[in-house]
């Protein structure tokens, strides 16, 4: 007997603080569980992942590096973490690292750290995805069919860079 999905009643989106500091590493930790079968990584002989306490830290302090929280009637079900643009211009900010826990996935938690990140903002944005991180590039590609075209301009690929970079901008009004 097939289960209905379960009901998501409330997504609430919130910045991480100091008092986050232990949720936001392990949800880390689960997101490059995840992605350890296309980055090849290996854990630390620690048992756990190359995600430093002090690299966590740094999204906490309420500079320009911010991590934002997603909960699902309560309950943790992903990140999204903010960082200064460097090196590719015109963006000005870049949108680190978004996970959302498979439970959660294809229920808008996603789209709720978009609107409180990219989509609101008059600001160039950089979204770099990993060249091997097949699922996360047809997310963006899906993503970035529904919004205007002008808005997404793909930058030339490097051969040494493991990523696919896209510049994002125009999504929101500059009187914002």
């Known amino acids: 007997m097939k289960l209905p999905p379960p009901t998501m009643n409330t997504i609430t989106i919130t910045p ?9 590493f392990r949800l880390l930790q689960l997101y490059y569980f995840e992605a350890s079968h296309w980055s090849d990584e290996d ?37 999204a973490l903010v960082e200064a643009a460097q090196g590719v211009p015109p963006a000005r900010y870049e949108l680190a690292d978004m996970f959302v826990l498979p439970k959660y996935r294809g229920r808008g938690v996603a ?16 979204v770099a995805v990993f060249k091997r ?21 793909a930058q ?5 860079s493991p990523f696919h970079l896209f510049v994002v901008s125009a999504l929101a009004p500059a009187d914002a």
Do not use: C, N
């Open 111 to 126: 789209e709720a750290l978009l609107a409180q990140t990219m989509l609101p903002s008059p600001a160039p944005w950089l």
């Open 43 to 79: 854990i630390l002989p620690s048992g756990l992942y190359d995600a430093s306490e002090e690299g966590v830290r740094s999204y906490l302090l309420g500079g320009d590096d911010y991590a934002l929280l997603a909960w699902v009637d309560g309950h943790p079900a992903g990140f």
């Open 133 to 153: 991180d097949a699922a996360a590039l047809r997310y963006w590609q899906k993503r970035f069919a529904q919004w205007p075209a002008k808005s997404v301009q």
């Open 16 to 24: 991480a603080g100091p008092a986050q500091h232990g949720l936001l």
């Open 156 to 160: 030339a690929d490097r051969a040494d």
